[in-house]
């Protein structure tokens, strides 16, 4: 079992930053994939980023490559989310999810978080 806690999510004007993190506690984190996703209302979860157990493989989707950068520290157990350029239509629900390998924790992640809103205002 993995339990995961997201932070850091907030309201942000158009091309600010904020920084998320996700801690892990539960099992060994080093053991897993991780990714963070987003819901916006009315819309369906989608993956936004992923980097595998030891941080050297990343995935974005492709709004977000260039602007946001995913990363981990094993050592502390967390994971982040580094967004920069922020756009309106960032505004979600942020997730953290953690899975076996990548291409599971995008499709089919094991663990979830409960989630930090952050709002991009224009």
């Known amino acids: 079992q993995v339990q995961l806690v997201e932070s850091g999510g907030g309201l942000v004007q158009a091309g600010g930053s904020l920084r998320l993190s996700c801690a892990a506690s539960?099992?060994?984190?080093?053991?897993?994939?991780m990714g963070w996703f987003r819901q916006a209302p009315g819309k369906e979860r989608d993956i936004v980023a992923a980097?595998?157990?030891?941080?050297?493989?990343?995935y974005y989707v492709g709004s977000v490559k260039g602007r946001f950068t995913i990363s981990r520290d094993n050592a502390k157990n967390t994971v982040y989310l580094q967004m920069n350029s922020l756009k309106p239509e960032d505004t979600a629900l942020y997730y953290c999810?953690?899975?076996?390998?990548?291409?599971?924790?995008?499709?089919?992640?094991?663990?979830w978080g409960q989630g930090t809103q952050v709002t991009v205002s224009s």
């Open positions: 999810a953690a899975g076996r390998t990548i291409a599971v924790v995008t499709t089919k992640a094991d663990y």
């Open positions: 539960g099992s060994t984190f080093s053991s897993y994939a």
């Open positions: 980097i595998n157990r030891n941080g050297g493989s990343t």
